[in-house]
């Protein structure tokens, strides 16, 4: 796997990427691949905080039908991003928000139009990344 360095990168601050692949190889040189879909990232911020612990974050109820709650008993402080991606890691549904410092994180996603499957949800923010699978079920 080829890494691609990335200088000059903001800290806080939100990337949007697309990849695409092209062969140098028989059968096919010069043949490429579509771009993928958009995808993002945070670049995390250095701070002297200590960092986040996810042990006491829960995904509820799990499975889902309507509506699914993350909450965490530690303060989030900053701005967050929750993604749900699918088995494939495409991207389903994001949700941004400003968390409050020193109150216990709490979010509340409505998934009642997203199909029955297996997905990912995820939380990103300048102190870490949570993630926990989730069902949603008819």
Known sequence: MDTIPADGLVPGTN?????????????????STDFSTLDTFLYP??????????DGMSLFPNPATNNVVIRSEQAIDGKYTVEMRDAQG?????WSDRAS???????????????AGSYWMRIV????????QLQIVD
């Open 101 to 115: 410092a020193g109150i216990p994180f709490q979010r509340s996603l409505d998934v009642s139009s997203v199909p």
């Open 90 to 94: 495409r991207m389903v549904g994001a």
């Open 125 to 132: 923010h300048m102190d870490g990344v949570w993630t926990e």
């Open 15 to 31: 990337y949007e990427w697309k990849v695409k692949c092209s062969c140098n190889v028989p059968p096919g040189p010069g043949e």
């Open 45 to 54: 911020a250095l701070r002297r905080a200590a960092p986040l612990s996810y």
